[in-house]
């Protein structure tokens, strides 16, 4: 079984024209004017539909709760559309959704085979529109060459979009931003460290995401007719650090070929939004797809929602960063050491002793029965990572806790309730 894609010329002065400006939603004169008083704070989406999730109900928070215009931006009508889902049906007037770009722009992924256009394109296209904004929250740091553009009138917001070990998590652009969200200490810790963000100019708000994914996720819903334990193996989109190029082929095989579990194949969303790399991937996996047992899906919204993270028994990955969403509830992990590196004590391998280490593909089935066996080896070590990974709270909302954490940097007021 497999599932397909999430919304799968000539380059020249129109790409980089001054954006249009967006015709406003229909108010009155009153209310035009009180627009025009009301701090206003984008959410800009300029990557593929996964980091969404990580900002769009704290924007729904914020909107409801304080005195301010958010406006929901993306490049591709595939974000505005997984946006509006996410926002409950009576708070989305709160919010304005708007599709950005030039619109060459915005025709590029169809022409290039892309989920999104590049985004510096993007960016030149709208880099005026933007300087209107107070604020511009983005889960993505490219967006941050906003500043070098001319862009330098809003206040710039990090959003995490990922809570994992790797360094890449952790990028020196971070710091060229006003104001930084994290998940938990792990992340604050290091960030301070490096010299990323500073405590007064961030927050630790717990995973806004966990929010928007249970909203989306359908828990019902199963692409098995039988009880078999569930595999699911989520390698990394890098050719270099995920283990899907050199070993995928051969760990599909294995674990198929035994006929003892049932397999979900859900790569990172970003080994399949071009045309090339969704062909990689249909020339690995898709030989398995047929199988009653085995279910691959190349970026269908189900893999980024944390349906497979919530309901796999056992994780089998390399370096993405849903390892920890898997962890939301422990279970036996067995991870992929495709090119032999010297992981034990790097940082950026941390999560590597959640479960085994393989360095191939040959004794996958008796690593997978391993790592069920001595589960209880590793249960202590995932559950304080994963409480070191996000701060939670019982009862709280993260989204409203990262909402308010932008509103008190901001300065804003709370909106008085409607009577």
């Not at 060459?104 to 892309?114: D, H, K």
């Not at 511009?136 to 862009?151: D, K, M, N, Q, W």
């Not at 193996?233 to 006929?259: C, K, Q």
């Not at 919204?301 to 422990?330: C, H, K, N, W």
Request: glycine content about 6%; some cysteine; hydrophobic content about 40%.
């Amino acid at each position: 079984m497999a599932t397909g894609s999430i919304g799968l010329g000539k380059i020249g002065a129109e790409a980089f024209a001054p954006p249009e400006v967006a015709t406003p939603v229909a108010r009155s004169g009153a209310r035009r004017a009180d627009r025009m008083e009301t701090p206003r704070i984008a959410f800009f989406f300029n990557a593929q539909p996964h980091q969404l999730l990580h900002g769009i109900t704290t924007a729904e928070e914020l909107a409801l709760g304080w005195r301010t215009q958010v406006d929901i931006l993306s490049s591709t009508s595939v974000n505005l559309d997984l946006a509006q889902a996410a926002v409950l049906p009576d708070n989305r007037r709160r919010l304005h959704f708007e599709q950005v770009g030039s619109p060459l722009v915005r025709a590029l992924p169809v022409r290039l085979g892309r989920i999104v256009p590049p985004k510096l394109l993007t960016l030149l296209a709208i880099r005026r529109r933007m300087n209107g904004y107070d604020a511009i929250a983005l889960p993505e740091r490219t967006s941050i060459l906003l500043r070098s553009l001319g862009v330098t009138r809003p206040r710039f917001i990090h959003i995490d979009h990922g809570a994992g070990d790797r360094a890449a998590g952790f990028d020196p652009r971070i710091a060229r931003f006003d104001f930084a969200l994290m998940a938990g200490e792990k992340q604050r810790r290091r960030m301070l460290a490096e010299g990323l963000v500073r405590e007064a100019s961030s927050a630790v708000v717990g995973y806004p995401k966990f929010d928007a994914a249970d909203r989306l996720r359908d828990s019902s819903w199963t692409p098995f007719t039988n009880e078999r334990p569930i595999i699911l193996y989520n390698p990394h989109f890098s050719p270099t650090l995920g283990s899907w190029r050199d070993h995928g082929f051969e760990l599909v095989r294995r674990i198929a070929e035994a006929d003892r579990y049932n397999l979900i194949i859900a790569p990172h969303i970003r080994l399949c939004d071009t045309r090339a790399g969704r062909a990689a991937a249909e020339a690995t996996f898709g030989p398995f797809a047929i199988w009653p047992h085995v279910h691959v899906d190349y970026g269908s919204e189900r893999s980024i929602d944390m349906t497979y993270t919530s309901m796999a028994d056992i994780y089998l990955g390399d370096v993405s960063s849903q390892v920890y969403e898997f962890l939301r509830r422990p279970r036996p992990c067995l991870f992929v050491n495709s090119d032999g590196r010297m992981w034990e004590g790097d940082p950026n391998h941390d999560h590597w002793r959640f479960g085994p280490v393989i360095d191939d593909a040959e004794q996958v089935v008796q690593a997978i029965e391993q790592a069920v066996a001595t589960h209880r080896r590793y249960a202590t070590i995932q559950t304080a990572a994963f409480r070191d990974t996000f701060d939670l709270r019982d009862g709280e909302c993260h989204s409203r806790r990262a909402a308010a954490a932008i509103a008190g940097f901001l300065g804003l007021e709370a909106r008085l309730p409607e009577v």
